[in-house]
């Protein structure tokens, strides 16, 4: 069937990469900046989404890694499009 090629992905994540702890400290400024301009308060989110408080804090702070899940959860709560929290 035609040709075929193979695209090989050579992937990963190393959280001690300058370049990663970077990315991520942007994202977290992105996630709070969201939060903000929505005029929530962690407390209001944490109710939204069912869970404790010190769950969107931990989040905010770096302390526990948001998943892609959380994060669509996140991004329609303060209406913004995935690609607000991108760098």
Same mark, same amino acid.
Request: charged share 30%; with cysteine; aromatic share 12%.
């Given at each position: 069937?035609?040709?075929?090629?193979?695209?090989?992905?050579?992937?990963?994540?190393?959280?001690?990469? $300058?370049?990663?702890?970077?990315?991520?400290?942007?994202?977290?400024? /992105?996630?709070?900046?969201?939060? $903000?301009?929505?005029?929530?308060?962690?407390?209001?989110?944490? $109710? /939204?989404?069912?869970?404790?408080?010190?769950?969107?804090?931990?989040?905010?702070?770096?302390?526990?890694?948001?998943?892609?899940?959380?994060?669509?959860?996140?991004?329609?709560?303060?209406?913004?499009?995935?690609?607000?929290? /991108?760098?």
């Amino acid at each position: 069937m035609g040709n075929s090629s193979t695209i090989e992905y050579t992937f990963g994540v190393n959280s001690k990469d $300058k370049a990663y702890q970077e990315a991520y400290k942007n994202f977290l400024a /992105r996630l709070i900046e969201a939060r $903000k301009q929505a005029g929530l308060t962690q407390v209001d989110v944490a $109710k /939204r989404l069912g869970r404790a408080h010190s769950f969107i804090s931990k989040c905010e702070l770096g302390e526990r890694r948001v998943d892609f899940v959380e994060l669509q959860q996140l991004a329609k709560i303060y209406n913004k499009e995935l690609s607000f929290f /991108r760098d």
